[in-house]
């Protein structure tokens, strides 16, 4: 564990000392500051509950895009600049190597919705939402931005560099994504398999209009360790590969 | 402490080392030579538990790299061709984030300080990576190798784009480990690794084909050697009688202020020769001896014969 600790604060440390983790964060509140006005409230009235429920959706698409950029380089800019030989020489596994990796952008992910907590924040002061509403709204966004970190993560440990991690992340995510569109469109069984792989439509609105049931944290949970699982297995086959 | 026995490692279909067997004694400073492509790099990634043999065995301190990878990197210390470093983090701090990884107890600030002090760091503890010269960076790059006190370094090209002082100064700090340490060190620079190592192990194609020292090579050795004779007096007819004797080839001649070097090519030892035609053709023998390189023609000659066959 204090492996899984040290890794992830030093990826930590790293990434405040970039721009990256500046630029991503600013691009996320600002973009989402603005959808918020634009959509989220908009001209016409609403419904307090139902601003909250907006804001939630368009929270997490820039969650999950926020997601893809700050996974796509835990692993492939390690390979691309050599340093991933200091872990594969040092005594740790690549269980640890990989939580602590997945512990430090989860970790970010999460003080990128702390910041953004004063839009509903706006709407609790100004309208009606219960605290419930708004906590399970978090738990969503996290449990899919968490999803979505270990899917690019994956990407990340499969690609040789950054670029295309983020092309094998976001790809995946965009699949899983669409597919409760194709869930309509095709016979059973595949119709009801596809629409319970889809990890956003039927999976989150739930958490955005403030339910929250327990096959959908049970699915979010299973992708993520899903995911994790394949990224260390993934790094070691590496020694066989050579 | 390091033991390799029978090992083999392919990429796909291609062997990249063949057969390999050969040990290391605790405290030797063994260097591997061969030229680009070799196999040296590969050899040493097995050793650092970087990769796996695909067949054979290689063990260090007594655990198998394959079975026993955790125990092995508890007591290595590595370096690869480009050291693994993090420029956004001071020499210092990314010391201790090695330390602590290596598992270093109570004693990190122990620990840095003796890594710092072996590798010339204290001047630059707390510069940046990023800003560090090439130099510094092989040094840092040393020194987290050293930082948990590991019984065995394995330092992959250590002098790899480092300038004539630099070169002196890795060479210094590598004889400085001798005794404290069990290293194994590869280079294709081949003045450099008689100068540092106990022992050469030469790779040509993935396979062993000369161990030794520096000493022994030689004398085990039935190799040619370049030869510059330096005569008195007419040189020209010397020259022609020189040309007809058996193992003596390339001669080229180059005239100096009073007298004119000879230099000249034996497969086989005709010194004694030499002097006889220069006496009987009324030339004056001022000075006869090898050239330098008479190594690096024996290395050239082993990796040439053993791709030939």
Known sequence: ?242 | MIEMETMSKYYGDKKAVSDLSFSISEGEIVGLLGLNGAGKSTILKILGCFLLPSVGRATVGGHSVATEAQEVRKIIGYLPDTPPLYNEMTVRSYLEFVARLKEVPATISDNIAYAMDKTNLLDVENRFISQLSHGYRQRVGIAQALVHRPKVLILDEPINGLDPIQIAEMRDLILSLKGQHTVILSSHILSEITKTCDRILVIDQGQLVAEGSETELKAGSKADFDLRVDVKGDHAPILSQLEKIEGLSRLKTKNMDGFTQIFCHCQLDVRSQIAKTIVDMGGELVHMAKEDGELESLFFRLVKSEGKS
Not at chain 1, 23 to 37: D, K
Not at chain 1, 167 to 194: C, K, M, N, Y
Request: charged share 10%; aromatic share 14%; glycine share 8%.
């Open chain 1, 1 to 242: 564990m204090n492996k899984v600790i040290l890794i992830a604060t030093r990826e930590m440390g790293a990434f405040f000392k970039t721009w990256m983790g500046y630029i991503i964060i600013f691009a996320s509140l600002l973009i989402n500051g603005l959808l918020f006005n634009a959509f989220a409230i908009g001209n016409s009235p609403k419904y307090s509950a139902d601003v909250l429920k907006d804001f939630f959706f368009f929270n997490s698409g820039i969650g999950m895009v926020a997601a893809v950029f700050l996974a796509m380089r835990l692993i492939a800019e390690e390979k691309q600049n050599g340093t991933i030989v200091l872990f594969y020489t040092s005594p740790i596994t690549e269980r640890q190597l990989v939580y602590g990796k997945f512990l430090s952008v989860l970790c970010i992910f999460l003080i990128l919705q702390i910041l953004s907590l004063y839009l509903p924040a706006l709407i609790f002061i100004e309208g009606k939402v219960s605290l419930g509403h708004m906590f399970s709204g978090y738990l969503g966004v996290t449990l899919l931005g968490a999803a979505v970190l270990s899917i690019a993560m994956f990407g990340s440990a499969v690609a040789p560099n950054q670029l295309l991690a983020a092309v094998t992340g976001a790809s995946i995510v965009v699949v899983l994504l669409l597919l409760w569109l194709v869930a309509d469109r095709v016979d059973e069984p595949f119709s009801g398999l596809f629409a319970y792989i889809a990890i956003h439509n039927h999976r989150f609105n739930p958490f955005s209009k403030g339910l929250v049931h327990l096959k959908d944290i049970v699915y979010y949970l299973s992708i993520i360790f899903f995911f994790i699982e394949c990224s260390i297995r993934t790094l070691e086959t590496r020694r066989l590969q050579g």
